[in-house]
C-alpha cells in the first residue's frame, strides 16, 4: 500500500513538473527596445528605461515567476524574476513588460541586465539551465527602435524575428490581427477543394483504421487463438462420431438419449477423462448440490 | 371615445396579424407538417415535434423591439439558444448518445469500423459541390456536414463554420434524417444484387467487460489526438460510454442517457425551429443547402455500400464475406440506418436478421463523423 502511495506521488510530481515545463516553454522575448528616445515609456521611477517583452503563446496562464533574464550566455541566472509573486502570472496570449534598468531589486518587474546593440538576451527557464527563448538586438539599431518578433497571424502564435528596426509597441503583441480566415486562405489556395477532400478522407480512414487496427489486435486476435482450440476440441473426431452413431442405434428410450446428449455436452465443453477407442468416457465434475456450507446462511458482521 | 379607439389601433400594430408577411405563414406552414409527420407518420417525433414548433414560434409576426424574439440578445429565447450559438448542446447530446450507445457490436467485428469512415465521403462529396454552387469553403464544410446524418454535429460544425446558415442546415439535417428509410432503401437496392442481399453474415462473438470498458478510453486517445479540433465531441461521446460500462457509475450514466438528453433535445429541437424566422431562412440559399444536404445523404449511402462490397473483393473466405445491406448505416443516424438494413435484409430473406451487424458501422460512422467534423474545424474554423 505504502509503496502504491509512493509511487501515485511521484507519477503525480512528475506529472505536476511537466505541465510546468511545458507552461513556461510557451514564452518568448516578442521585443527588446535597448535605447529609447525621449518618446520612450517611462517606468515606475520616472526614467526612460530599456525594456523587454515577454509573451504567452499558450492558450492558458504561464506563472514566469522563477525564470531568469540575461544577457551573458555564460551566466544565464543573471537575473531572477522573483518568484511566489501574484503579478508573475502571464494570461493566454498576453504580453508583460520587464524594465532592463539594470538592477532586479528596483521590483518584480525590472531585470538586472543591461541590452545593448550587439547583445542577445536570453529568457532562462526556472531550472537555470534551460534557454526557452533567445532575441539579438542588431548592432545599429536607431535610438527609440526597437527589435521584434512579429506573427504574420496572430491566431496561429508563430513568431519570427523582424530584420528590420520596429517602432516599439510595448506591452501589445507583435502581428497582423486583419489576417486573412483559414477560409479565405483556403479558398485561394484549393479553389475546388479537391486538396481538403482528400486529405479529410484520408485522415477519417486512417483515425478509424488505426482504431480498427488495435482492436484486432487487442482483443479480436487473441478472441480468435481462444477460439481456435476450442472449436478442434469440440468437433468429434471419427471415432467419437462412430461411437455416439452405435449409441444412438442400440438405445431406444428418451432417458437414453437425454443420458447421450448430457455426456457429449461434457464433452465438448473439455470435460473428457481419457480417450478410448470406441468409448467417450466423461470426467466426473462435482457440481456440489450436496454440499452442507453452501446452504449456510452468511450472518452479518458487528 | 376617441382615446379608446386609438388604444386600440395601437394595440393592433402589436398583434401578429398587423405584422404578418406572407413568409411567415409559409414557415408555420412547414412547422405544422412537421408535427403532423411526426405524430401521424411517427417520423423522428422527439426531434420533428420541438423543431415544427419551434418554426411556428419563431415565425409569430411580432413588433420588433419587445425583447422577445430568439435574435433579441437577453430574450428568454436568446439565451436558450446560445447553447446552439455557441454550440455547447450538441456535446452534451454526445454524453447522452455515449452513455445509451454499445459498441460492442463494433468491438466484436473491428473490421465494420471501415464502413463508418467510407460512409463520410457524403460529407466531402458535398464539400465539394456546395463550393460548386458557390458557397463559401466555410459554408461549403458547415452543408457537408448534413452528410454525416447526425443532428448535434451539424448543429456544433455550423455554429463555428457558417451561424447565418446554421438553420437552415440543421433543420435539413434533422429532416433528412427523419427521411432516412425513404432515402436510403432505393439506393441500397440499386447497387445490391439478388445474391449479395442474401449473405448471412456470421454471429458476432461475446464482447467481454473488460473490452468494452478499454474501447472509450482508447477510441478517445487516439481520435483526439488526431483530430483535437474534434475535443468536445468525441470526448463527450466517449467519457458518457465510459460512465455506461464502467459499472460504478451507473447513476451518472442514467442521468446522461435520461434526464439529461431529453432536456437538451428539448431545447436544441425548439431555439433550431424558432431560428429559422422566414426572413432568414426562405431565401434560395435555403432551398441549395436541402438539395445539397439530400445529394450528401445519397453520397453517403452509396459510398458505404459500395464500400463494403469492395471489401467483399477481398474477403476469400465465403462465410466471412459482409452483406452490402449494412453499408448504408455507415452514416451516424443511429439506429434509424441499421434498422433500414434489417428490414431491407428481411424482405428479401426474413430468417437474415442484419441489425447486430449494422450496428458496428453504424456507431462507427457516429465517431467517423465527429472525426470529419473536427477535420473540417481544424482546416476552416
Not at chain 1, 33 to 42: A, E, I, K, N, Q
Not at chain 2, 350 to 360: E, V, W, Y
Not at chain 2, 363 to 369: F, H, K, L, P, Q
Request: charge should be neutral.
Amino acid at each position: 500500500m505504502t509503496r502504491k502511495r509512493v509511487l501515485a506521488i511521484l507519477l503525480l510530481f512528475l506529472a505536476a513538473t511537466g505541465i510546468k515545463a511545458q507552461n513556461v516553454s510557451d514564452l518568448i522575448i516578442s521585443e527588446v527596445l535597448p535605447c529609447p528616445d525621449s518618446t520612450g515609456r517611462l517606468d515606475g521611477y520616472g526614467r526612460r528605461s530599456p525594456w523587454v517583452e515577454i509573451m504567452n503563446t499558450s492558450t492558458g496562464t504561464v506563472n514566469f515567476g522563477g525564470c531568469f533574464l540575461t544577457d551573458d550566455r555564460n551566466n544565464l541566472k543573471k537575473s531572477l524574476i522573483p518568484k511566489w509573486d501574484r503579478s508573475t502570472k502571464v494570461g493566454p496570449r498576453q504580453v508583460v513588460l520587464i524594465w532592463a534598468s539594470g538592477n532586479s531589486s528596483e521590483g518584480t518587474y525590472y531585470a538586472g541586465i543591461r541590452p545593448e546593440a550587439g547583445k542577445t538576451i536570453y529568457l532562462v527557464s526556472n531550472d537555470g539551465r534551460t534557454i526557452i527563448d533567445s532575441l539579438t538586438i542588431p548592432v545599429g539599431l536607431p535610438a527609440g527602435k526597437s527589435v521584434q518578433k512579429m506573427a504574420r497571424d496572430l491566431r496561429q502564435m508563430e513568431f519570427e524575428a523582424c530584420e528590420e528596426a520596429g517602432v516599439p509597441s510595448p506591452a501589445s503583441p507583435n502581428g497582423n490581427q486583419d489576417s486573412a480566415s483559414k477560409a479565405q486562405q483556403m479558398a485561394i489556395s484549393d479553389p475546388h477543394g479537391f486538396t481538403l477532400a482528400v486529405v479529410s478522407i484520408a485522415v477519417v480512414f486512417c483515425a478509424l483504421a488505426i482504431l480498427w487496427f488495435l482492436f484486432w489486435l487487442l482483443f479480436e486476435r487473441r478472441a480468435a487463438r481462444k477460439a481456435a482450440p476450442a472449436a478442434k476440441r469440440g468437433t468429434p473426431d471419427g471415432e467419437v462420431a462412430a461411437a455416439i452413431a452405435l449409441a444412438l442405434d442400440m438405445e431406444e428410450s428418451g432417458d437414453d438419449y437425454a443420458a447421450i446428449a448430457a455426456a457429449l455436452h461434457l464433452y465438448l465443453s473439455e470435460s473428457v477423462h481419457d480417450l478410448e477407442p470406441g468409448f467417450v468416457t466423461i470426467r466426473r465434475t462435482p457440481s456440489g448440490w450436496d454440499n452442507k456450507a453452501l446452504g449456510f446462511r452468511k450472518l452479518p458482521k458487528e | 371615445m376617441e382615446q379608446i379607439f386609438r388604444s386600440l389601433a395601437q394595440f393592433w400594430e402589436y398583434t401578429g396579424f398587423a405584422n404578418a408577411d406572407w413568409q411567415n405563414l409559409v414557415m408555420i406552414g412547414i412547422g405544422l407538417i412537421f408535427i403532423t409527420l411526426a405524430i401521424v407518420k411517427e417520423w423522428e417525433p422527439m426531434l420533428l415535434v420541438p423543431i415544427g414548433f419551434g418554426m411556428i414560434v419563431g415565425n409569430i409576426p411580432m413588433f420588433p423591439g419587445l425583447n422577445i424574439g430568439v435574435y433579441e440578445d437577453g430574450s428568454v429565447l436568446n439565451i436558450l439558444y446560445q447553447g446552439v450559438r455557441q454550440g455547447w448542446y450538441p456535446p452534451l447530446i454526445f454524453l447522452g448518445i455515449g452513455a445509451m450507445t454499445d459498441f460492442s457490436a463494433l468491438i466484436s467485428q473491428p473490421r465494420l469500423i471501415l464502413i463508418g469512415a467510407a460512409a463520410q465521403m457524403g460529407i466531402f462529396g458535398a464539400y465539394l459541390l456546395a463550393l460548386l454552387f458557390g458557397f463559401a469553403p466555410n459554408e461549403a464544410g458547415a452543408i457537408g456536414i448534413i452528410g454525416g446524418a447526425d443532428g448535434p454535429t451539424a448543429i456544433f460544425l455550423s455554429s463555428k463554420l457558417a451561424p447565418d446558415l446554421m438553420g437552415a442546415i440543421a433543420v435539413s439535417a434533422y429532416s433528412y434524417m427523419a427521411l432516412v428509410p425513404v432515402i436510403q432503401k432505393p439506393i441500397m437496392l440499386l447497387l445490391t444484387t439478388d445474391k449479395e442481399r442474401r449473405i448471412r453474415m456470421p454471429v458476432p462473438r461475446t464482447v467481454s467487460q473488460k473490452e468494452k470498458i478499454i474501447f472509450p478510453i482508447v477510441g478517445f486517445l487516439i481520435t483526439a489526438f488526431i483530430v483535437p479540433s474534434g475535443l468536445p465531441l468525441l470526448g463527450m461521446l466517449f467519457f458518457g460510454n465510459l460512465l455506461k460500462e464502467s459499472g460504478v457509475t451507473r447513476r451518472l450514466a442514467e442521468t446522461a442517457r435520461g434526464p439529461l438528453i431529453d432536456v437538451v433535445t428539448t431545447l436544441i429541437g425548439l431555439t433550431v425551429g424558432a431560428s429559422t424566422q422566414a426572413d432568414k431562412f426562405i431565401t434560395v440559399r435555403s432551398l441549395l443547402i436541402f438539395g445539397l444536404g439530400l445529394l450528401s445523404f445519397v453520397i453517403a449511402t452509396m459510398s458505404g455500400v459500395l464500400f463494403v462490397k469492395l471489401m467483399n473483393l477481398f474477403i476469400k473466405n465465403p462465410s466471412k464475406k459482409i452483406n452490402p445491406l449494412i453499408g448504408n448505416a455507415g452514416v451516424s443516424a443511429v439506429p434509424d440506418s441499421a434498422r433500414v438494413s434489417e428490414t431491407v435484409g428481411r424482405e428479401i430473406d426474413p430468417g437474415n436478421h442484419l441489425l447486430m451487424h449494422a450496428m458496428g458501422p453504424n456507431v462507427a460512422g457516429v465517431i467517423g463523423s465527429a472525426v470529419a467534423a473536427g477535420i473540417l474545424l481544424s482546416f476552416l474554423g
